[in-house]
Nanobody
Framework: QVQLVESGGGLVQPGENLRLSCVVSGTIFRFYSMYWYRQAPGKQREFVAVITSGGSTNYADSVKGRFTISRDNAKNAVYLQMNSLKAEDTALYYC??????WGQGTQVTVSS
């Protein structure tokens, strides 16, 4: 059974940093592109970042230059380093891969 477990969310002040983690089990992790999405209250889920099996990355314009996605195939894990957080980054952050595999989400709240 495929499982994705996110962690690392929390409440931070504007300008602070957080690192999200997503650990995947039940599949051959290294073959897949891994994604981070987020959903703010009252808004649609939106793409944040992707890292391919080969390590190429792409980001939403809103996070480019502040967020970094990485992966550790030995640990079946994907990470999202979020720097210089803003109030508009507040959302539930999801890890995703494949046709329809999603984690349960981890809440990030940026507020003073």
């Amino acid at each position: 059974q495929v499982q994705l477990v996110e962690s690392g969310g929390g409440l931070v002040q504007p300008g602070e940093n957080l690192r999200l983690s997503c650990v995947v089990s039940g599949t051959i992790f290294r073959f897949y592109s891994m994604y981070w999405y987020r959903q703010a209250p009252g808004k649609q889920r939106e793409f944040v970042a992707v890292i391919t099996s080969g390590g190429s990355t792409n980001y939403a314009d809103s996070v480019k230059g502040r967020f970094t996605i990485s992966r550790d195939n030995a640990k079946n894990a994907v990470y999202l380093q979020m720097n210089s957080l803003k109030a508009e980054d507040t959302a539930l952050y999801y890890c995703h891969f494949g046709v329809n595999y999603w984690g349960q989400g981890t809440q990030v709240t940026v507020s003073s």
